[in-house]
Each structure stands twice: as C-alpha cells, then as structure tokens.
C-alpha cells in the first residue's frame, strides 16, 4: 500500500506502536539528536518532536580566514532568538529499523523488493499463448504503476512564501553535533534536471543553512547533481533545483539508491510504491516535485559560486572538514497547511542511514548479480559504514575468480567506492561476522592472497591518502583450486557432520 503523504506513513507507524510523540520541549540544537541517538542505539521508535523550541542557531562557516584555520566562526549577526516555538513538529528516526524501513518502502521486508526486481530483470518469458495469459499479466502489472504522472494541484502548494517572504530560520532545521558549521537541512530531495538531455535526478544531499535564502549544497564530486551542475556549467547557465522534504517515504530511498545516472529515482519510486508518483510544477522553477511532499525549496545555483561548507558531524562517525560547496539561492519556498519536518541524523554508527544502507544493499543484489553473476551473497556492515569494508561469497569456478569479482566491485557503481574487500567461498555466510571472521583467519596467507589497487573512494573518507581518491585492498578468503598461485599443497577439507547423522540426531533431539 502507498502512503498519501509523509503524516499517512508517520500515522501508520502511530498505529503499529512504532511512533512515540514527545511533548517536552527540546531545541533543535543539538537536544534533538541526543534524545534520538539514544533512542536508536536502544533499537527504539520513531519520535515526533511536537514541542519544538526556538534556539541558537550557529550559522558558522562564514569567515573564510578561520575557517581554514579549521575554527568556522560564528556570524553575529545571524544569531536569530532564543525562545521562539517552531510551528513543526519534527519526525526522527522513522527508518530507522529493519521493520520500519520496510514500512517506509510500503512492504512486510525490503527483501520483497529485491524478489520483484529479480523477477523484472530475468522476466519468466511466456512460452506458448496459454502461459503469456498466465505470465504476463503479472509482468505488465508490475510496471504500469511506473512512470510518473502531472497533476495540476499538490498539498505541498498549500501555501507559497515567495521572496523576501522566504525564510529559512523559520524552519526547525536541526544543528546536530556540537562542531557543525550550523544547521543543516538531513533528510533533503534533491531534484535536478540534466541540462543537456532534461533527465531527472533525485539525490540526497545534505543542505546547510548559510542565512535566510541562501544554503550550501552538498553534492560531491562523483554524484549526479554536480555532474548536472557542471553540464550547467559547460552551457555557460545555472541549474534550477528543487529540495523536497517528505512525500512516500519511498522518496528517500529512491534517493539514496545508486540508480545509473538515467534512470529517473520517480520511476523506481512508482515500481516500489506500484503507484504512480503523483508531481506538480514548481511555483518559480521548471522543476517537477511529488504532489504529496510537505515542505519543498525551489532556486538555483550558479556553478561560479562557492561558499565554505562544513564541518558536519558525518556518517563516518567524524566531522567532515568545512570545504568551498555550491549555494543554493532560495526564490521560494512552498509547503502543505500543517507541515511535518523529516529529519535524521548521522554518526557513528548504528544509525538510521545503517537501515536505509541496508535496503540499498539488499534491494540492489539482482541487479549487481545480473552483472557479477558469480556473487551469491554480499554484506556490508553497518558497523564499518558500508562502504568501508565489503563481504562478498562467490560461487568460485576458476582460478584467480575471487580477484575478477574484487575488480568488479571496484568498477561497479557508487560500489567502487569500497576499501576492503573480502571474497569467500559460496558456502560461506557472510551475513554471519563470525563465520566470516573463522573463514578469513583459515583461509587467507597474507603474503599471497591479498590485491592492493587504487580508485576513487568517498569524498567523505578522511583517511584516504587524497581527496576522494585512495588505496584499495582485496582478501581472497576462498579455498584455493590445486595450482592456484602456485599453491602446491592438497587444500583440507571444512569439517562438516555427515547428512544421516545429522537426520538421526534431529529424530531423537527432543527425547534428548
Ligand atoms: C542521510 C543521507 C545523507 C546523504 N548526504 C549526502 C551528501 O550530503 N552528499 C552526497 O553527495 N551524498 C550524500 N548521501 C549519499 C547519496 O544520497 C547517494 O550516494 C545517492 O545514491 C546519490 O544519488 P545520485 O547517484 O543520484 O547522485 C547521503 C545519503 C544519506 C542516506
């Protein structure tokens, strides 16, 4: 079942009692993100902050001279008041479970979806006319919910601030760790057109809050926004964007989901939903947004423009440094009548993004299987925040096969991003750390079955010896075929029980 909007999923949590409402008063300066990191470390509820107080807003980040010096500094003159009440309530943390992603993507679990793409992508084909009146009804069922549709009217049009009516203080944007550079917008929309083809893109990327029209935009370097941006940019004009906050929670994970770059994210939100994304035109842009969203920003940005963007408190579990990002101009900003404001936070892990991760991971193995056939199983755990560290279990055929499979990871996608990989045998569960931990102590010599390499990583990695571009290492954890890299030995056998023993002990267990 699709959700008419954002309050339809927040109310459907309500029902389930997966959604606790705190009335307190809380600022949204850093007490917000302490009351749900606490929550969500203790695998608890969604919250819905109803109370929520004015504060201090820090909006740092604008002397360029200390902030280089790694000290954003604190404009007088953009300290709003204290003791304002913000006219939203604030919802946390309502992904942030298996349960309640699966919610989110209007399903009992996200591995459903991973069955539907499987069976979109290796479609069983009818092979006589009574079987195509049995199949294919199925297959056309599955994709006439797909392709977005215009509508005139939209709630996210309820009321329009346009101009110097625009304010974003006015928004309880959460300040979510103590050295933030300021207030950043965490849950954001992004809808971009590529300016040479008019493809639509919807990205999650990040948006500080520089003063009351103006915010940073973070896209980094390998996403399609900035590639949008820089096709602006060739063109010699500015890109209109959109930010959109809520709608289907679906949005948010079409967002986040490493879709090659032409495939619009409204689409996959129609096949998850299977129902048509519902979009209207923006008031001051020519951008589609979903008709059904609670707040949504419309501008531009001009790519000749910079502004120091940073520090943020990151999904790494450190800050990110402050460093020069687009501004986003604000000309408008439209919203529904009562509008919720969706947020999240991020840190070190597990945190929600840890479950909307997962779901990528889960919902996405059809398609990398249907490339890298060989890969039965992969994980990669929340703790070393995805794209750190990959497990990965091959059904193995030939030598050097656990090293085409590194490669291929290496050159997959938003995948290529990982550091470590390690390959292991079919058998092996690799959702299961410890069986992973006893396969690689057994398996692996580190003098032979180890592969350095080199490529992009995440602009967000500090560790990397560049800017966004590092070292790669590979761990062939499989047993090897005779021969393999001169392995010259017979390769033991694992120990496993006997079938009929084990059928004669599970007939007597329960008198035992
Ligand atoms: C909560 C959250 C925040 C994110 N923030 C950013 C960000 O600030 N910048 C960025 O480039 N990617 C960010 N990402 C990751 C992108 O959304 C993700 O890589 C996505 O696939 C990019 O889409 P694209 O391929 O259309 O560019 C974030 C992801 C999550 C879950």
């Not at 969500?40 to 740092?60: M, W, Y």
């Not at 942030?96 to 979109?120: I, P, Q, T, V």
């Not at 009351?212 to 399609?224: D, P």
Request: charged fraction near 25%; glycine fraction near 8%; hydrophobic fraction near 35%.
């Amino acid at each position: 079942m699709a959700y008419n909007d954002y309050q339809h999923f927040l109310q459907v949590l309500e029902e389930k009692n997966e959604l606790k409402r705190i009335q307190h008063p809380v600022s949204p300066y850093l007490e917000i993100t302490e009351i749900s990191d606490r929550f969500i470390k203790q695998n608890g509820p969604a919250l819905l902050f109803e109370n929520v107080e004015g504060h201090h807003h820090r909006l740092g980040t604008i002397n360029p001279k200390s902030a280089v010096m790694g000290h954003p500094s604190i404009h007088p003159d953009a300290i709003p008041e204290g003791g304002k009440k913000y006219p939203y309530p604030v919802a946390m943390n309502a992904m942030g479970s298996r349960k309640r992603m699966s919610l989110a993507l209007s399903c009992s679990d996200f591995e459903e979806h991973a069955e539907r793409l499987n069976h979109l992508l290796k479609p069983d084909m009818p092979t006589g006319p009574l079987d195509a009146i049995l199949k294919l009804p199925g297959l056309l069922g599955e994709l006439k919910n797909v392709p977005p549709k215009r509508v005139k009217t939209g709630i996210c049009q309820e009321r329009v601030y346009r101009g110097d009516e625009v304010n974003l203080l006015d928004l309880p944007v959460l300040t979510c760790w103590p050295e933030d550079g300021g207030p950043f917008i965490t849950l954001p929309l992004v809808f971009t057109h590529n300016p040479a083809t008019g493809k639509r893109n919807v990205g999650m990327y990040r948006v500080q809050i520089h003063d009351k029209n103006t915010c940073g935009m973070h896209w980094q370097i390998h996403k399609t926004g900035m590639e949008h941006m820089r096709t602006a940019e060739e063109k010699d004009s500015k890109i209109e964007v959109a930010v959109v906050l809520g709608g289907d929670p679906v949005y948010n994970f079409c967002a986040i989901s490493p879709l090659p770059p032409e495939i619009d994210e409204m689409l996959f939100a129609g096949f998850l939903r299977k129902q048509r994304v519902e979009l209207v035109k923006c008031k001051t842009v020519d951008v589609e947004v979903p008709a059904d969203a609670e707040i949504v920003l419309e501008g531009y940005i001009d790519p000749a423009e910079r502004q120091l963007e940073g520090p943020f408190g990151d999904h790494t579990g450190y800050y990110s440094l402050a460093s020069d990002f687009p501004v986003f101009h604000v000309t408008c900003v439209t919203t529904r009548e009562k509008p919720v404001y969706p947020a999240t936070i991020v840190g070190v892990p597990p945190m929600e993004d840890g479950w909307m991760g997962k779901a990528v991971e889960r919902i996405f193995m059809p398609m990398i299987q249907l490339t890298v056939p060989e890969i039965v199983d992969m994980n990669l755990p929340i703790e070393s925040c995805f794209h750190n560290i990959a497990f990965v279990s091959i059904k193995k055929r030939f030598p050097g096969h656990a090293y085409k499979v590194m490669n291929a990871i290496w050159g997959l996608g938003q995948l290529a991003f990982t550091k470590m990989v390690y390959i292991f045998d079919a058998d092996c569960d690799v959702q299961n750390i410890d069986e992973v931990l006893f396969r690689i102590g057994a398996n692996c010599d580190p003098g032979r079955d180890v592969l350095m390499s080199r490529g992009p990583v995440d602009q967000l990695d500090h560790a990397s010896h560049w800017e966004s571009f590092g070292g790669k290492i590979g761990f062939d954890c499989t047993h090897k075929l005779p021969g393999e890299l001169g392995f010259n030995r017979d390769y033991p056998k694992l120990i496993k029980m006997s079938e009929d023993v084990k059928r004669k002990v599970d007939s007597i267990w329960d008198q035992l």
